[in-house]
């Protein structure tokens, strides 16, 4: 038989819309990473490629994504309670990120890296609109990412003192770390181990 020496095909590139009606292609093409029942929820917000470019700055930078991540914000207040003496973190507390873990947890790692090098360019203008025009937004998802993966997770309940407007960590070594990583934290140890862990699977798929 003969053998046909002709490389495959390769696929057609992707063609992108427009950074500002990107909404719905990225939602249909997020929607592909996980049957979750919840997935819709996370990413019901106007703006996704400019929302995610701008919280994963603010994560690398240090800063707190929260202004940028209203929409996400549980209903319930964030609670203390009193273990052997000692003021901490309500467990309960945790139980309001539940959901959102697990809408992070469930998405496929290979799955989500292709469909980030997919979309890099429409995140690469992104980036350029807030500042960095001719810089590669992989970078500061890298960074960002390794802040978040490298947060120190606690171990037993989270000792907390009221500070001059907030509950503050005791621990100042947790109290020292950046808002976000301290955002991170205020999810629950069980919480934190399940998003670093994805995240590892996302950068170990990136960097193949």
Not at 133 to 160: C, S
Not at 169 to 185: I, M, T, V, Y
Request: no cysteine; net charge negative.
């Amino acid at each position: 038989a003969k053998v046909d020496p002709s490389p495959p095909e390769p696929p057609p590139p992707i063609v992108l819309p427009p950074l500002d009606d990107s909404d719905d292609t990225l939602r249909a093409m997020i929607e592909g990473l996980s049957a979750h029942p919840r997935l819709g929820d996370a990413i019901a917000v106007d703006s996704m490629a400019r929302i995610f470019v701008t919280a994963v700055v603010a994560i690398a930078n240090g800063e707190s994504p929260r202004a940028m991540l209203l929409y996400l914000e549980p209903e319930q207040s964030f609670a203390i309670a009193e273990r052997d003496g000692k003021v901490v973190i309500d467990p309960a507390s945790f139980e309001r990120y539940t959901w959102i873990t697990g809408v992070f947890s469930s998405l496929d790692a290979n799955g989500a890296a292709e469909l980030y090098v997919d979309l890099e360019p429409l995140f690469d203008e992104a980036y350029a609109e807030i500042g960095y025009p001719g810089e590669r937004f992989r970078d500061a998802l890298a960074t960002a990412m390794g802040v978040l993966a490298t947060t120190p997770v606690p171990e037993g309940y989270v000792e907390v003192r009221r500070g001059n407007v907030l509950w503050e960590f005791r621990d100042p070594a947790l109290e020292a770390l950046s808002p976000p990583q301290k955002h991170l934290l205020r999810m629950g140890s069980a919480n934190v181990r399940l998003i670093q862990s994805k995240i590892r699977e996302i950068q170990a798929s990136l960097s193949r």
